[in-house]
């Protein structure tokens, strides 16, 4: 019996200390260090952000807000067709000389798309605004084609510069849009700009930060000046599975994740539009920095291990580990947090706030994990079988909230939606772990 119990003393002590080790050589990691430069950039950022809602919720009403989200809904969607998803694939290819045709691509493609959709403004404004039955959305149109181009342009530099590793201009540009963001939408909103406020401020905060992002970091650019046409050519082919598949893949992901705001504003007042939408805001933002910060970092360690035939599977199994320690017990403890400090933080108007923030806990918690290894079916050209899973999970998320819709419940729609999201992040988390598996298996990092 003696030897059993030490038995199982020595297996759960060298589990723990293999754990202890585990955790000890993460830290040292190259990961862990450029991790924390973006990590802390973006807690910084979202310090920022955080001190600064309590002003603009009490400059714009919940129904500006509501319409504000609205344009950024629709621009959301439309801004994955800018580079055609060729960005992503900046950091993969071992040359260099492969890498700079992408990045080239991608800004061809940013400026035509945001030409295009001038053209579209101009000649069919007015019939979208009638389409969403919101009058107000007609000043903030014009303004979509300079959205996509910054976003177009910034998603490109960011890639370049994670394939760089250049991890200090993605810091400068998350505090640098947060600060300059946040201070002229509440400068505005002081000046009584209203909607048109929000809309200015968020432009200004973009194009700030990628200004100063690219002249920090104008060194790693040097050699961009040079344009080969049939690169260009060459690799818009090799890499066609990007727009073929994960074009299709983002968009449906992203379309899916607008859907509250886009199909509900048919439907019940931009009051609660805009109630639901600073829940999405305060909530998904900081997941979804923190998310691309470890997306980021992980996406390049990952990519160079399949190139060496490394593994893969303590990395991303102690992200989740750490996740479940560290950050889980944060979502418990807010869940708890009365629905008054809301009022109390917002204003009144904004009560409610807290209600659908904590609807959203499950979701934000498991998009941690989601978002921060989504770079996997992109690394094992996968874009197929997850465009197909995201097809099916715009469906649910439909049905989910047009279920509401058809009860007459504003609530009853948010909370089903909450149901399938959850659920559908846990299939995916699922999925992800299971191609690791097989990569692990096979040690080739070559799929069929």
């Known amino acids: 019996m003696k030897n059993g119990k030490d038995l199982l003393y020595n297996i759960l002590y060298s589990e723990k200390m293999s754990f202890l080790s585990q955790i000890k050589r ?5 990961f862990f260090k450029f991790a924390v430069v973006l990590l802390s ?15 603009i919720t009490r400059l714009y009403s919940p129904e500006i807000f509501g319409v504000f989200n609205l344009f950024l809904s629709i621009a959301n969607v439309l801004m994955l067709l800018t580079t055609g998803q060729y960005e992503l694939a900046i950091v993969l290819p071992e040359s260099e000389k492969k890498a700079t045709a992408l990045f080239q691509l991608s800004l ?11 053209i579209i403004i101009g000649l069919f404004g007015k019939n979208i605004v009638i389409l969403f039955h919101h009058e107000q ?3 903030l149109l014009p303004y979509l084609p300079f959205y996509l181009l910054l976003w177009g342009f910034w998603q490109t530099i960011n890639y370049y510069f994670v394939r760089q590793k250049r ?8 505090v640098t849009q947060s600060v300059s963001g ?4 509440c400068l505005l909103g002081f000046k009584g700009f209203l909607a048109l406020g929000l809309v200015y401020g968020q432009l200004f905060g973009q194009f700030l930060a990628t200004s100063i992002s690219v002249i920090s970091g104008r060194s790693a650019f040097k050699h961009l000046k040079q344009w080969d046409k049939q690169e260009i050519v060459t690799v818009a082919k090799t890499y066609s599975n990007f727009p073929k598949f994960q074009l299709p893949h983002g968009l449906l992901n992203t379309l899916a994740g607008n859907l509250p705001v886009l199909l509900l504003s048919f439907y019940f007042e931009m009051e609660k539009i805009g109630l639901f939408s600073l829940a999405l805001t305060v909530g998904l933002t900081p997941v979804m920095l923190f998310s691309n910060s470890v997306f980021q970092v992980m996406f390049r360690r990952a990519s160079e291990r399949v190139q060496n035939k490394g593994e893969l599977k303590n990395d991303c199994l102690m992200f989740c580990k750490l996740c479940l320690i560290f950050i889980l017990p944060l979502f418990i403890l807010f869940a708890f947090v009365p629905n008054s400090v809301f009022g109390l933080l917002f204003g009144q108007h904004w009560i409610n706030v807290g209600f659908y923030l904590k609807l959203l806990l499950p979701c934000l918690f498991l998009s941690i994990l989601v978002a921060s290894l989504s770079f996997l079916p992109d690394l094992f050209f996968k874009q197929k079988i997850a465009a197909q899973i995201e097809f099916i999970y715009a469906i649910l998320k439909a049905i989910a909230l047009l279920s509401g819709v058809y009860l007459k419940n504003f609530d009853l729609a948010v909370i089903f939606y909450c149901i399938v999201v959850t659920f559908m992040l846990i299939v995916k988390l699922i999925w992800y772990f299971r191609i690791i598996k097989k990569y692990e298996f096979s040690k080739e990092g070559k799929y069929d």
């Not at 946040?182 to 939408?185: D, F, N, P, S, W």
């Open 167 to 174: 991890y200090y201009n993605l810091s400068v540009y998350n």
């Open 108 to 118: 061809l493609l940013t400026v035509g798309v945001a030409l295009f959709f001038s």
């Open 182 to 185: 946040a201070g002229m939408k």
């Open 26 to 30: 993460f830290y040292a990691s190259e």
């Open 137 to 139: 959305l007609a000043l």
């Open 41 to 55: 950039s973006n807690a910084i950022a979202q310090a920022i952000g955080f001190v600064a809602y309590p002003i």
